[in-house]
Each structure stands twice: as structure tokens, then as C-alpha cells.
């Protein structure tokens, strides 16, 4: 048993060693205090814990009465934009792939770090209120969020539980594409890379950039058609399941706009817009479309009810967009955005 | 349970073996065996189980019965029935339904319903073992097991449950019998060796080359020559790669409890001819074939005419072992077609040089492979006429494809079987070894697919 004794051993010792690389560099921002500054840089964005790290900057500049919330879709609304056309100072905490107790964890934890927002807008995603209920897992992961969300979150686990997911986590970092980034990390930490190799990237006032796609529209090489085929499938994907709007997030939708409507704070919420050959694949594979009328339903609701403004962004001509002003099929461009922009900001009370 | 999954690695593997060792008694070992067997089979579908019980009961009463009848006619009874229930539970399981739309399609008026039938993982493993079993007890080979449990470890082993090698209970009796032995030096050494390889072969390289063939073959029809072969070859390194990987897997975990599981490949892409590659590639079924179907048949025993149809049934038959679709019945036919071939041949073949005859061997290996790998006749028509240069297909491999080929088609060439490895068993070939599992790990963490041998 001596052989299979060192085998264990020595296999113990690489993965510890493994495992302590993969804590250093933590190049997915996943493994260690959100709000500690690292090290090495970061290669595969996490927006919920880069936004909350540069939130703390930017408040320490002054106050930021205006607040952006919503998903990857809302992102590219620029802050600098903002602040020109509403006099207020505007930042983006808009995250990935959020939905409704991400809007209202991270409200209530801009809240809680002396916040006191005057106007919040709000980009809805029909899927933000999909039926699953399922927490993000960079939501799951990430404690200050989660504390925000309090008794409306999910039970903290406790005992085994809270080890299998400890242990779970780790067990995430063990792949081969968790290495690679790895390696990325620490290859960006040595020489920064090329522009045509950085997906996205923060800029310290919370405005998303894609240096990657910007590159790639700059020479030429943006295939736009093939962008957005390949959105198909994602959004096929993120629909899957989705029955009807799930009654637990919109109880939490509405208690981040009760929240923000008692402490003053101006709401204002817009359907996110999809581009027309992802929506029509969608209401081909999925009941998109009912989805999009309970959502306008939902949203005319809200507005009767808590006197907030609403629109209905869902697609471009909406806002006056064009089909050629995206990245892919589901995120605007400048020029796209600049017109949503105008129209959302216009449109106001 | 998969053996490439963290449940099995993590939990199942370390326990049983734990337990295993700690065990002493002959008796307790066979039970310990027997009910984690059962478990990791009842991890897909906990009532399968009962099927696997009821035919391995069978077969332990009828072995026991036949040895102690007397007379030939009682003891082709028994055996009788016991390969009659084997059979005709496979082929409930396996092929009610494709006999059944089969005969709504050469005779559509015939109204044999189609049912929702779940087949059982493993079924046409573990009845080649019971009916191997029951057939050389009654021929005498070997005598009945009179402990349940040692038989039920011998069926229902976790090592070659689900996907073999088809073990017959000569071959692993004798440790079977020494079971409460102590644990070896060696074999803990050659267990861990050949389960990391065999990891790193399904992990690392079959699924690694999958990733690129299986985009491919999923757009068959719009194939040019190039891709078409391309995919073909990267379906051919896959299945290798990835049956082999098993096999070398449960010889790994058989060495860790002590049990010599039989080679199941020996460099097949080296076959200088269709009957070499049969006696390189899934040898625990060729040989079942030819000891338990071949040779009872008559073998070559009677003349040419009955040699080749002799082949033919025995190919035909071993093609539907692997599935119930046409597409199996004519990859068996063309195998038996190219026997026959060979057969017809003679000593004429003899003057082909040898690279020649490895050459053309492999390519019909690999022509086989595009009608084991299509889900009906009509995409390996199609994909077929595709290799052909018919169509104007115009999608091709990708150079990631070309260089995994290009690797593997040099590295089966020139690297021996697992088998002829000289297995280093020093403790510095532990660390090696643990090196080589946390990379195939990182692998195998980073998606799940399970054997394609499974499916069989």
C-alpha cells in the first residue's frame, strides 16, 4: 500500500498546490473578498463584485444620485451620458445575467455604503422575472450581495450544506478553462494584452467597453450577422422553461421600487431590447411572446400603481433604433443606445 | 455511475476500497463486492437491478443443476432454459422494439405495437457473462460456483458491469478463489497506472478529439471529401480512444482488488488484415463470439461454403449485439463480408508487403466506422458518398481536427498497447501518475460525457 499511499499523497500535495495558485491569481473574482483589492487582474469579468469595488471608489469622489440597474443589456448605458443629460452623477450597476433579487441586493447595498439615489433607471429583461427562481451563482457567491438581500434572499446554508458549497466552489476551479484563465490572469499581470484580445472591461466610472468587438468593427472583421445567429441559441436557452413571470420576483421587483419610493428616489423601468431576428427565434422556440405581453401587462401595472414611468423598449423601433446598431443579438451599440437614451430620459414625467 | 465522475472517484471508489481492505473474510469481500456492485449499477435505474439479480440467479441455480444432473438430456435442459430466459430478455429489452418496426415496415399491415421500453445499461454485457458461464459448466470447463456471492461478484463486478471486457468466470476464478489474499505492491501500482491512463485516453484524447469530429458529423450531408474523411478518422481515434480507455480503466480497478481482468485490445490499427483486427480490437467479444457462436456453429470445420456463412451469421449476430439498428446488422455484414474475403483469399495475400496490408486494413476499419457511427443507412449512405468525392458538399475539418488525427494516427502506429507498457511501479512513477490524474482531471471536471460503450 506504500505506492498508492504516495499516489494519495502526492496527489494531495498537487492539488493544494494547484488550489493555492488558483486563490492567488483568482482570475474569475470569484474566490475571495469581492472588496479586497487583488493582485493579479481579472479575465473573466465578474460585474457584480468589480461594480461593487469601483462603486466604493466612485462614492468616494461624491455623491452618485443617479443609479443605473439591470443586466449585461443595460451595461453600455454611459454614465458620462447620463450625467450630462440629467445634471445628476450617474453609475452603471448593471451586472450580468441579473434578475430581480440582483436589482434589489444591490439597490439595498448602494443603500447601505450611503447611497441616496435620486433617480433609478432600470433596464428590465423579460427573463430577469423567469418562473426558475434560480439565484445567479456569482449572486450565490457573493456574501455582501446576499446579506443586502437579507430575509428576502435565500436561507444562508448551514452546516454540510454550507461545506458542499464551500467545497463545490473549489471544485469549480478545478478545470481545464479555469486554468487557462488562470494562466491569463497571470500572463495580463506580466505584460498587458492586446486589444484584440480583451473581451470587456470596466472603465473606472462603471461604463463597459468591448475592446475586442470595438477592434474588430474598426478593421472590419465584425461579422454582425454571425453575432447574432450565434445570440440564438443563448436566448433559446435563457427562455427555456420559462411558463409565466415568476410571482416571487416580481414581489421583489416591487419592493426595490417601494424601497426606492420611500426614500424618494425617482423609477424608471424599461423593457430591454432584443434584436428582431433573436425575438422572432424566440417566439418560434419559446413563448417569448406571451412572455413579452405579461411583461407590458406587468410593467402598465406598475406604472397605475406606483406611479413610476415605463416603457416599452422591446424592440428597436421603439426608441427610433436601427437593426445594424448592435454588437450582437442582444446587446446596443452607442449609436443604438444613444437613441434609447434620449428616449428614455425624454419620455420621463 | 460513471467512472469518469466525481461521485464514483471521490466517494464509491475510495470506500469500497477501504472496505475492501479491511475486510479479511473470503465471504465478507464476495458481499461487499456484490453490494457495490449492485449500487453502482442501481445509480442509472435502481429497479434494473432486479433484472441483473434475476439473471444472475438463474444462471447460479441452473450452473449448479446442470453439474449435478447426470444425464446429457437433463443438463441440455437446464442449459436450455437458462440461455432461452437470458436471450429472451435481451431481446425483449433490446430489440422488441426495432423487431417491431421492422415488421410494420417489410409488412406494414401487421400492427406489432412499439413500446416504451428503457434499456438496461449493461444487458448485453452481463448476459454474455451468464450465458458464457452456464455454457462451460455444462461443457465442463469449469465447475459451478456454489457461493451465491462469489458468483454475484463474478456477474455483477463493477469494473466490467456496463461495458466489459466480457470476462468469463475461467479467467478470473482462480482470483475469485484467492480474493482474501493480502494486498501486492505491484498491483496497487499497475491499478492506479492503468486507471490513469485509461482516464487520460476517454478524458483527454477521445473526448478531446470528439469535441472537433462531433460538429462535423452532425453536418454529414454538407461534407467535402476532405471533411468526410477527416470526420471518419476523428470518429475511428474517438471509439479507440475511448473503449480502450474503459477497458483499461476496469483492468486498473480489477488490479486493486486483486483481479486480473482480461486485454481487451492489442493495437488494432496495426491490423495487417480483417481477421487481425479482430483479434486485436474488443477481443473479450470476438473471442465470445467464436468460442460460444463460431465454433458451435462449425467453425471452419465443414468446407468453405459453411466457413463463410458460418462467419456471416456469427458477424451479422455480433453487429445487432451492438445495437438494435440496421445500421449495426450491415456494419457486421460488411465485416463478415471482408472475412469472408480474406478467407477466400488464402495465402495470395501473403505477397502483399505488410505496410500495405496495415494500410488497407485500416482504411476499411474506418469506411466500417462511418456505418457503426450514423444513426441510420441513410446518413452513412450519404456521409459514404461524401468520402467517395460524390456531392458538392463544401464543409471541411478544421486544422485542430487534421493535427489531432495526424498525432494519433502516428501515435497508434508507433506506441504500443498499454498492455506491452513496462509499467514503471517505483514511487516515483506514483508521483507521475499524480501529476498525469490532476491533468486528466482538469479535463474531466470540465465536462461529463459518458462512454460510448454504454450505449451497448
Known amino acids: 500500500m506504500r505506492f498508492l499511499g504516495v499516489f494519495l499523497l502526492a496527489l494531495a500535495g498537487l492539488a493544494a498546490s494547484y488550489l493555492a495558485v488558483v486563490r492567488l491569481v483568482d482570475a474569475r473574482a470569484a474566490l475571495g473578498d469581492p472588496l479586497k483589492p487583488r493582485l493579479f487582474p481579472t479575465v473573466v469579468i465578474n460585474s457584480r463584485t468589480e461594480k461593487m469595488r469601483l462603486f466604493q471608489t466612485c462614492r468616494q469622489a461624491g455623491e452618485i444620485p443617479g443609479l443605473v440597474l439591470g443586466s449585461s443589456r443595460a451595461m453600455k448605458l454611459k454614465p458620462a451620458d447620463l450625467d450630462r443629460d440629467t445634471g445628476l452623477r450617474f453609475f452603471n450597476f448593471a451586472v450580468d445575467s441579473a434578475c430581480g433579487e440582483d436589482y434589489l441586493a444591490i439597490y439595498r447595498w448602494a443603500v447601505a455604503?450611503?447611497?441616496?439615489?435620486?433617480?433609478?433607471?432600470?433596464?428590465?429583461?423579460?427573463?430577469?422575472?423567469?418562473?426558475?427562481?434560480?439565484?445567479?451563482?456569482?449572486?450565490?457567491?457573493?456574501?455582501?450581495?446576499?446579506?443586502?438581500l437579507g430575509a428576502d434572499g435565500p436561507a444562508p446554508p448551514r452546516g454540510w450544506q454550507s461545506l458542499v458549497r464551500k467545497l463545490g466552489r473549489w471544485k469549480a476551479t478545478l478545470t481545464l478553462d479555469y486554468w487557462r484563465d488562470t494562466r491569463r490572469a497571470v500572463n495580463a499581470w506580466m505584460h498587458a494584452p492586446p486589444t484584440e484580445r480583451i473581451f470587456s472591461r470596466l472603465e473606472p466610472d462603471s461604463y463597459l467597453r468591448y475592446p475586442k468587438w470595438e477592434w474588430e468593427r474598426a478593421a472590419g472583421r465584425f461579422d454582425l450577422a454571425q453575432r447574432i445567429e450565434a445570440s440564438c441559441p443563448e436566448y433559446i436557452e435563457r427562455f427555456a422553461g420559462m411558463r409565466s413571470l415568476s410571482p416571487r420576483r416580481k414581489v421583489l421587483l416591487e419592493k426595490l421600487i417601494s424601497e426606492a419610493r420611500t426614500r424618494g428616489t425617482e423609477v424608471t423601468i424599461y423593457i430591454s431590447t432584443l434584436h428582431p431576428v433573436v425575438a422572432q427565434r424566440l417566439e418560434q422556440k419559446t413563448q417569448y411572446h406571451d412572455l413579452l405581453l405579461a411583461t407590458r401587462q406587468y410593467l402598465a401595472d406598475l406604472k397605475a400603481r406606483y406611479g413610476i414611468a415605463g416603457f416599452d423598449f422591446s424592440a428597436p423601433e421603439q426608441f427610433g433604433g436601427s437593426l445594424t446598431g448592435w454588437y450582437d443579438g442582444a446587446h446596443l451599440d452607442e449609436s443604438n443606445l444613444t437613441l434609447l437614451q434620449a428616449r428614455l430620459l425624454g419620455g420621463r414625467p | 455511475m460513471l467512472f469518469n465522475s466525481n461521485i464514483f472517484l471521490f466517494l464509491f471508489l475510495p470506500v469500497?476500497?477501504?472496505?475492501?481492505?479491511?475486510?479479511?473474510?473470503?465471504?465478507?469481500?464476495?458481499?461487499?463486492?456484490?453490494?457495490?456492485?449492485?449500487i453502482f449499477y442501481g445509480w442509472w435505474n435502481w429497479k434494473f437491478c432486479f433484472l441483473l439479480l434475476l439473471s444472475s440467479l438463474t444462471s447460479y441455480g441452473t450452473a449448479i443443476l446442470i453439474e449435478r444432473a447426470a444425464a446429457p438430456a437433463?443438463?441440455?435442459?437446464?442449459?436450455?432454459?437458462?440461455?432461452?430466459?437470458?436471450?429472451?430478455?435481451?431481446?425483449?429489452?433490446?430489440?422488441?422494439?426495432?423487431?417491431?418496426?421492422?415488421?410494420?415496415?417489410?409488412?406494414?399491415?401487421?400492427?406489432?405495437?412499439?413500446?416504451e421500453i428503457v434499456l438496461p445499461i449493461g444487458i448485453s454485457f452481463y448476459t454474455f457473462h451468464t450465458i458464457s458461464y452456464v455454457v462451460d459448466v455444462y461443457a465442463g470447463r469449469v465447475r459451478a460456483a456454489y457461493s451465491l456471492f462469489e458468483y454475484f461478484t463474478y456477474v455483477s463486478l463493477f469494473s466490467q458491469l456496463v461495458a466489459g471486457p466480457i470476462v468469463r468466470f475461467r479467467q478470473i476464478e482462480r482470483d475469485l478463489e484467492h480474493i482474501d489474499g493480502s494486498p501486492q505492491e505491484k498491483h496497487m501500482a499497475l491499478g492506479v497506472g492503468f486507471f490513469v491512463v485509461g482516464l487520460i485516453k476517454k478524458v483527454i484524447v477521445a473526448d478531446g478529439i470528439a469535441s472537433y469530429s462531433d460538429p462535423l458529423i452532425a453536418s454529414y450531408a454538407t461534407l467535402n471529401m476532405g471533411g468526410a474523411w477527416m470526420a471518419a478518422l476523428g470518429y475511428t481515434f474517438q471509439i479507440y480512444f475511448d473503449f480502450s480507455g474503459y477497458s483499461d480503466m476496469a483492468v486498473g480497478l480489477g488490479y486493486l482488488f486483486g483481479i486480473h481482468i482480461p486485454q481487451n485490445f492489442d493495437q488494432p490499427y496495426q491490423a495487417a488484415g480483417p481477421r487481425d483486427f479482430w483479434r486485436r480490437w474488443h477481443i473479450s467479444l470476438s473471442s465470445w463470439l467464436r468460442d460460444y457462436l463460431y465454433i458451435p456453429l462449425g467453425g471452419n470445420r465443414y468446407g468453405g461454403f459453411r466457413t463463410c456463412l458460418n462467419l456471416a451469421i456469427t458477424m451479422l449476430l455480433g453487429g445487432l449485439w451492438h445495437g438494435a439498428n440496421w445500421t449495426f446488422v450491415v456494419w457486421g455484414g460488411y465485416h463478415g463480408v471482408l472475412l469472408m474475403v480474406e478467407r477466400l483469399a488464402g495465402d495470395r495475400l501473403a505477397v502483399?508487403?505488410?505496410?500495405?496490408?496495415r494500410a488497407v486494413t485500416f482504411v476499411l476499419v474506418v469506411i466500417s466506422w462511418v456505418l457503426f457511427r450514423s444513426a441510420n443507412l441513410g446518413m452513412a449512405w450519404v456521409w459514404l458518398q461524401r468520402m467517395a468525392g460524390i456531392g458538392n458538399g463544401t464543409t471541411g475539418a478544421g486544422g485542430n481536427l487534421v493535427a489531432w488525427v495526424t498525432v494519433l494516427l502516428i501515435f497508434v502506429n508507433l506506441v504500443p498497447d498499454t498492455w506491452h507498457w513496462r509499467w514503471g511501479t517505483s514511487r516515483r512513477w506514483a508521483v507521475v501518475y499524480a501529476v498525469c490524474f490532476l491533468i486528466a482531471y482538469l479535463h474531466m471536471n470540465s465536462r461529463t460525457s459518458p462512454f460510448l460503450y454504454y450505449q451497448f
Open chain 2, 16 to 38: 469500497v476500497f477501504g472496505l475492501f481492505w479491511v475486510l479479511r473474510a473470503k465471504a465478507h469481500r464476495y458481499l461487499l463486492l456484490t453490494v457495490s456492485s449492485f
Open chain 2, 74 to 115: 437433463r443438463k441440455r435442459f437446464w442449459l436450455g432454459c437458462t440461455v432461452s430466459l437470458d436471450l429472451a430478455l435481451l431481446g425483449f429489452f433490446k430489440y422488441y422494439n426495432f423487431f417491431a418496426a421492422s415488421v410494420r415496415t417489410f409488412a406494414p399491415g401487421t400492427a406489432l405495437p412499439v413500446l
Open chain 1, 113 to 148: 455604503q450611503g447611497a441616496r439615489p435620486k433617480l433609478l433607471l432600470l433596464g428590465l429583461d423579460i427573463e430577469a422575472l423567469h418562473d426558475n427562481d434560480t439565484l445567479d451563482e456569482r449572486l450565490e457567491q457573493n456574501g455582501p450581495l446576499l446579506a443586502a
Open chain 2, 352 to 357: 502483399v508487403p505488410l505496410w500495405a496490408r
